[in-house]
């Protein structure tokens, strides 16, 4: 590249760099955000400082609120409500979030016969972190803050390959197994003591900006185990309460409570034949 044509480049990008609408924090400082929130919360993992937090909760609950006042000074144009007031209201909804933790944590601990404990769930199971991650996102998206919530949940995706979009909404006592592969679209309703196991995709049927507005994922009621790699697509399909979705499972359409809904596949097993000598 000449030096002239670096020149241009350069003003190419700073002509761009004006015309973007948002400006945003960098996703590393999300991902530490979110990292320290679930660590002060959770003070399992040996690289968190229990003692200090011990000790020190309020100036650990403080340094949190700082991080994200950095985090929001960025997109401090797009909001709607006080930056302060902001931070008081999601800090406000910690308490609630962390009793959500506690019944995710338990019902994973309880459901998966391989756990040996609350905090082995809590420290090391990717279903939890996607959990909690979404928790925390959700309470900002519900907030009012833009953006945010998506970088936080894109963060979880990154790290456990389970997408949760931050305004899905999501009951009690909810169970991610193994989890990798999972997709729950923005618009799912998802009720309480719902399992969901690898590869599932809560999804809409058709991809188009017009329906922006519209709910386009399907709604799951209570008590409902989607197996491995099913696909329940459609904002007017409805899985009632204590059905169970068999692996592989396509559906578009609403199933009643207490349904049992599987795939059904041909397989057949042939002797291995040998050619004569």
Known sequence: MTDHQQELFFQR???????FQYKLPSRQD??????????FLFPISQDCQQNERTKDMQGAFLELRKRLDCMLTPIMPQLER?????????????PEIYEMLLKDAKSITENDPASVSMEEVIALYPGFSAIATYRVAHSFAKCGIPLLPRMLTEYAHSQTGIDIHPNAVIGHSFFI????????????????????????TLGATHVSKSLASKKRHPTIEDNVVVYANATILGGDTVIGHDSVIGG???LVRSVPPHSMVYHQSKLEVRPQTTSAT
């Open 13 to 19: 990008l700073a002509e761009q760099n004006v015309n």
């Open 177 to 200: 197994d193994h989890g990798t592969g999972i997709v729950i679209g923005e618009t799912t309703h998802i009720g309480n003591n719902v399992k969901l196991y690898q590869g599932v």
């Open 82 to 94: 006080n930056k302060e007031e902001l931070m008081d209201t999601v800090f406000a909804g910690i």
């Open 30 to 39: 999300a991902g530490l955000f979110i990292q320290r929130l679930i660590n």
């Open 248 to 250: 592989n499972a396509w």
